[in-house]
């Protein structure tokens, strides 16, 4: 059971940079997307490029926080959705440009995983409200991946959120004793109707008895003491994960034993405190944070490696799968392994996570190059 809230190419003069693994988008706009009045003031020929839906997504607030499973509602980016057919759905998103972690980076360009984190509040927000999922029932991403398509659709015009419309398609639906057991979510996440990102994941449901009995069996073969949570290892400096804030750093430095692998280490440095990491109460380690804990690692890597100039790099593309949870009760390590930079400029680096010397979370994140200037890096 896996447990989670989750060969080179590169882009076409007109689609720009994408990531390693890319597939080429398919046409040049994507005609189910809408266009909102701020969007057309941003890019005044962006509705000329935009079939309209008879109703258009709104922008204007956010949905209810509990189906976008965020506490707090700043932390919701997804303003809208609608049902197209019984597996076919559309939600809009905003990212916000003043947030205490996605803004803490270089100027010129939002974050492309800001928007891999809109698409995966869109997701929960899809099940709730229209596949019939109740809040509080446990489900999990086994497996989360995303593609940058075209990171030019990114660049930060320092006046408007980045406002983007994902249409979520559900296949592999299986049924457990007649309730849902598993499915897989893909989504095409347009910026001003062009497609900009491609979204997945497979998710397993269970009933609140059948999880809870699940980690009471997993957590009582583990040497762990309940409650008991190792001293935190002190973070890396900010500035070699493209931070400014040391709060969002989430690996410490590298530890000893890289030999002539080419593989670091690092331990993971854990502030549940943390407003958006940790924005309501986990039993196990998060996906997401662990995610960008395989962000820091691959950007150390690759800068270590000498085959990025700058920690300000974009993560173009990740898949990860989860094969367990992390417990808080015992350290966490990553691991990272920068492999060669394409003919594209992207450099994929493999990434482990390890608790009790077992393998519980692996993939691959790709870095490359944002297509234009960044200021004010770290």
């Known amino acids: 059971m896996t447990t989670h809230d989750f060969d080179a190419d590169h882009g076409s003069a007109e689609t720009g940079p994408r990531g390693c ?10 005609g189910w997307a809408s266009a909102e009045d701020n969007d057309a003031r941003r890019h005044p020929d962006a509705a000329s490029r935009t079939v309209l839906l008879p109703e258009p997504l709104s922008f204007e607030q956010t949905v209810p926080r509990a189906i976008a499973h965020r506490r707090a509602v700043g932390e919701v980016f997804v303003t809208d959705s609608r049902q197209l057919a019984d597996d076919d759905f559309l939600c809009a998103i905003q990212l916000p440009r003043g947030h205490s972690l996605w803004a803490d980076r270089a100027r010129g360009f939002h974050d492309p995983f800001a928007a891999a984190e809109g698409a995966r509040q869109s997701a929960f927000v899809v099940l709730h409200r229209y596949l019939g999922v109740p809040v509080g029932l446990p489900f999990s991403m086994q497996r ?30 299986q049924l457990r004793g007649g309730e849902l057991g598993s499915l897989t979510l893909t989504a095409e996440l347009a910026v001003d109707g062009a497609p900009a990102m491609t979204v997945s ?6 009933s609140r008895d059948d999880y809870e009995a699940l980690r009471a069996f997993q957590r009582a073969r583990k040497p762990i003491e309940p409650g008991r949570i190792p001293p ?3 973070p890396i400096d900010p500035a070699e994960v493209g931070r400014r804030d040391v709060r969002n750093v989430v690996i410490g430095e590298p530890l000893e034993g890289a030999g002539d692998s080419g593989v670091i280490r690092h331990p993971v440095v854990i502030d549940r405190s943390h407003p958006a990491f940790f924005d309501h109460d986990y039993d196990h380690v998060p996906g997401p944070f662990l995610v960008e804990g395989f962000r820091q690692a691959a950007i150390v890597a ?14 173009a593309g990740l898949l990860v799968d989860f094969a367990g949870f992390g417990e808080f009760e015992a350290p966490l390590a990553l691991s990272a392994v ?9 450099v994929p680096v493999e990434v482990t996570l390890e608790q009790f010397d077992e393998r519980i979370a692996h993939g691959r994140v790709d870095l490359r190059p944002f297509p234009g200037p960044v200021t004010g890096a770290p």
């Open 21 to 30: 693994g890319s597939r080429a988008a398919e046409g040049g706009t994507l």
């Open 144 to 173: 989360f991946a995303f593609e940058v398509l075209d990171l030019a659709a990114f660049q930060d015009d320092e006046r408007w959120p980045l406002a983007a419309v994902l249409r979520y398609r559900i296949t592999n639906l």
């Open 201 to 206: 994941g497979d998710a397993v449901f269970m």
């Open 232 to 234: 935190p290892a002190a």
């Open 302 to 315: 690759a800068l270590r490696a000498g085959l990025v100039a700058s920690p300000s790099v974009a993560m």
């Open 338 to 346: 920068a492999g060669p930079v394409s003919a594209g400029g992207c």
